[in-house]
């Protein structure tokens, strides 16, 4: 009856703290659509070929649709078989250039022309990406940050004119929706390594200084795939330790609810006229 008692006492502050929260959450998700709007625009004319993969846009056309969904063989060795089964009229033109006629190269003729002008050391280099890592990571992203816009939206509803939701639904999404934030930015980071190899520095197609790094040129022969995969487990497992306590102390604190702050007790001493001494 007690942890009950004051865990309704409680609720305004993390009523306050869960509106502050969906607000911040909802200024920041505008703001990442407009700087990723920027961005990608400028990777449509910097790297092609990655933006290409990230829609799975084969040919070269004008009004480019965006796809939601496509199937065929997107392990990159027969970008032909790419079908989109849902799609967005000319959104990818769009986002490319801001002109929903413009053209927009596909795989295909960027292929052609990636091993045309910084050629490698094989006889026909690939320039393709991973197309099913760059297809699906794009969209993993887009998808988990505008969930958790979804989310701050329904909290800020939920929540509208001083109420306190005890929607049990609401409860649980909003604890899956915890590890949403990261895992958008995590598929971005693998959208952008991905979608960038096979350089480990890519080309600038508008620029004439012709500096690019092929990743296997890049590739340290002084360190042993045994020694990095060592490191990545090492870095796995510290990270694995931090997170359970991490994990084990939010439970914790969560549980005890907001501390107790004590009213301050009112003063015994008489007033006293101030005096200064010189």
Do not use: C
């Amino acid at each position: 009856k007690a942890k009950q008692d004051k865990a309704d006492s409680d609720l305004p502050m993390y009523r306050t703290a869960l509106r502050f929260g969906a607000v911040v959450m909802l200024i920041a998700g505008l703001a990442v659509i407009v700087t990723g709007d920027m961005q990608a625009k400028l990777m449509f004319k910097q790297q092609p070929i990655k933006m290409a993969a990230a829609e799975g846009l084969v040919d070269t056309s004008s009004g480019a649709p965006f796809s939601l969904l496509t199937i065929g063989n997107l392990a990159g060795d027969d970008p032909g078989s790419v079908k989109h089964l849902i799609e967005i009229p000319r959104l990818t033109s769009y986002l490319a250039t801001g002109d929903f006629n413009s053209e927009v190269k596909g795989l295909t003729q960027l292929q052609s022309e990636y091993a045309a002008k910084y050629p490698g050391y094989e006889a026909t280099p690939d320039y393709l990406p991973n197309l099913a890592v760059t297809y699906w990571s794009f969209r993993f992203m887009i998808g988990l940050g505008a969930f958790s816009a979804a989310v701050a939206l329904a909290a800020l509803w939920l929540t509208r004119k001083h109420r306190v939701t005890d929607k049990s639904w609401f409860s649980r999404l909003a604890v899956w929706a915890i590890p949403a934030p990261f895992m958008a930015a995590s598929f971005g980071w693998i959208f952008t390594e991905m979608g960038r190899q096979p350089f480990v520095v890519a080309p600038n197609p508008t620029g004439s200084d012709m500096v690019y790094m092929l990743t296997q040129h890049g590739v340290s022969k002084a360190v042993s795939a045994w020694e990095v995969g060592i490191s990545m487990v090492a870095f796995t497992l510290i990270y694995a330790v931090l997170a359970v306590f991490w994990y084990r102390l939010i439970v914790r604190y969560a549980q005890e609810g907001a501390p107790q702050v004590a009213e301050p007790e009112p003063s015994d001493d008489a007033d006293r006229p101030m005096s200064f001494a010189y």
